[in-house]
């Protein structure tokens, strides 16, 4: 077969290719806008402090929490409420397009809260709580809470959504070893003024 020949069929080959990772990405992005977009906000910016923020997050743990919410392994009371069925459906391409989408829009910026509630936040989340055994949060999530792949961004997040979600872990409500054992040591007090601090980022 003649050089043209072959370089014509590789064009057709690429151009089919594109074309259906064209209209994948159509597809998510359809759905963010029909379905995500309701409480999550069409760029990720949640329109209820009941609902995250997406937006920033990393991608590694969007998908990882979007296949939970799939295959039912995320089984919180919000999730089963919200996600589950949304979730139901989708398939592994869908939910890394999802991911990415959400990945690049510019994150969500923190909200003012009480200075002493903050103060008290930040410090728990750098130094941690030596005499009730609890680690320092940035060691996972970052210096500045802005996540480290598996590890979501916590920093410009729903202070509600982060005092409902540490309160799920202590609980075993939702389910994370690692974030059980040490949410469960923390006072109500002490979540309060960390998701203060977080939300505030």
Same mark, same amino acid.
């Given at each position: 077969m003649k050089l043209h020949v072959l370089a014509a069929a590789l064009a057709v080959l690429l151009l089919g290719a594109a074309a259906a990772e064209a209209a994948d990405n159509s597809a998510a992005l359809d759905l963010i806008r029909r379905e995500c977009s309701t409480c999550h906000g069409a760029q990720g910016v949640s329109v209820s402090p009941t609902f995250p923020n997406l937006a920033g997050q990393t991608p590694q743990y969007l998908e990882a929490q979007l296949r939970a919410f799939? @295959? /039912?392994s995320r089984a919180d009371p919000h999730a089963q409420a919200? +996600?589950?069925g949304m979730a139901a459906?989708?398939? @592994? @391409?869908t939910i890394k397009q999802m991911a990415e989408f959400f990945a690049k829009q510019p994150a969500a910026r923190g909200e003012a809260a009480d200075k002493a509630e903050v103060a008290a936040g930040k410090k728990i989340f750098d130094e941690g709580i030596e005499k009730q055994d609890v680690p320092a949060c +940035?060691?996972? /999530?970052?210096?500045?809470a802005q996540g480290n792949e598996l590890f979501p961004r916590l920093a410009g997040q729903r202070r509600n959504y982060l005092e409902k979600q540490l309160e799920a872990f202590s609980t075993e409500l939702r389910a994370n070893e690692i974030m059980h054992e040490n949410s469960k040591k923390l006072t109500a007090r002490q979540i309060s003024d960390l998701a203060a601090y977080l939300s505030s980022l």
């Open positions: 799939r @295959d /039912h919200f +996600m589950w459906q989708l398939t @592994d @391409d +940035m060691s996972c /999530h970052g210096d500045n």
